[in-house]
């Protein structure tokens, strides 16, 4: 899909900053959330996010990255290297934008102008390329993915369902995502409550990225259920999520505060809401709004609080 940012040419100097850009220097609080709707992998509600700012006309040049990288792992190649390109335009050098037009190249036959753009990439970078790929497939002008190393502290708090980190993707070294060799698997793997636990290395890399598609369809759902007025099961489906995925505490305060907002105060659903709202400010350590919203959850269960009066 088309945006209205130009492509840049080899005969005129990139564009500078329309004047709607001008104003987005201090990024809009949508663009600055976007960004992270990407890097939790909830590709979905990004994309969602980022096409409506490009059709009113509001994407910051950072943004135009975002919306290249969600339209790539959507399966949309085409557009993506549209938003590549213009991110570009614009004077923007995030690598993900130009491992984009890369394999843009590669895909229209133009394999002599695509290995050059990897090179810049891979220059750049170095391994950390394998990060940006996510388990993305990828053309032949890239080196393989190395399959027998994966991210130091991959698998610490906060790093599941990431596609490839933080804010640091916007301009990685070879040192922002160092690697370890893979530990050998045991042929009789350990099992726990939950049945045998998951093996190391590829699989909890593929699982991670599984894991945050998987939660932004799950936050798409809650998102429909809002729209429906039906709070109860939204509110079941933001708990779970947060349960199981603590890192996303963040997104899913944004959905349950906007649930709050537009439910009915009489619904019976609003309760399980603040109660959302307050578990993830406790696991943000904001322990005040945690109890405010305890308290506001009290106060609406379906019969009101109890008191010593209705006793």
């Known amino acids: 899909m088309p945006i209205s940012a130009p492509a840049s040419t080899s005969d005129a100097a990139p564009p500078g900053p329309t004047a709607d850009q001008s104003t987005l220097a201090a990024r809009t609080a949508d663009a600055r959330l976007v960004r992270v709707h990407v890097r939790g992998g909830l590709l979905n509600l990004a994309r969602t996010t980022l096409e409506s700012m490009a059709g009113a006309g509001t994407l ?39 491992l984009i037009m890369a394999e843009g190249l590669a895909h229209s036959d133009q394999a002599d102008e695509a290995g050059a753009l990897a090179g810049e990439v891979t220059d750049r970078i170095g391994g950390a390329v394998d990060m940006l790929f996510a ?47 893979l530990p050998a698997r045991s042929s009789t ?98 322990d005040n709004e945690a109890a405010a919203a305890y308290q506001a959850a009290h106060q609406a269960l379906p019969n009101g609080p109890s008191t010593k009066e209705s006793q």
């Open 135 to 181: 388990l993305e497939p990828r053309s032949s002008v890239w080196p393989d993915a190395d399959p027998g190393a994966m991210l130091v502290d991959g698998a610490a708090p906060g790093h599941w369902g990431l596609l490839v980190g933080g804010s640091e993707v916007a301009a990685p070294t070879p040192e922002t995502w160092p690697l370890a060799a």
């Open 60 to 98: 910051d040049r950072d943004a135009m990255a975002d919306l290249a990288e969600v339209r790539w792992r959507s399966g949309d190649l085409e557009g993506a290297v549209d938003a590549a390109r213009a991110h570009r335009a614009l004077g923007g050098e995030e690598p993900i934008a130009l």
């Open 189 to 286: 793997p350990p099992t726990g409550r939950g049945g045998p636990a998951q093996p190391a290395g590829a699989g909890s890399a593929s699982a991670a990225v599984t894991g945050g598609r998987v939660a932004g369809e799950e936050l798409e759902l809650a998102e429909r259920a809002i729209a429906a007025g039906d709070a109860t099961a939204a509110g079941d489906r933001l708990a779970v999520l947060l349960r199981l995925d603590p890192a996303l505490a963040p997104i899913i305060l944004s959905t349950a505060d906007g649930a709050a907002a537009v439910i009915p105060a009489g619904d019976p659903g609003v309760a399980a809401i603040h109660l959302v709202r307050g578990d993830a400010y406790r696991l943000l350590g904001r």
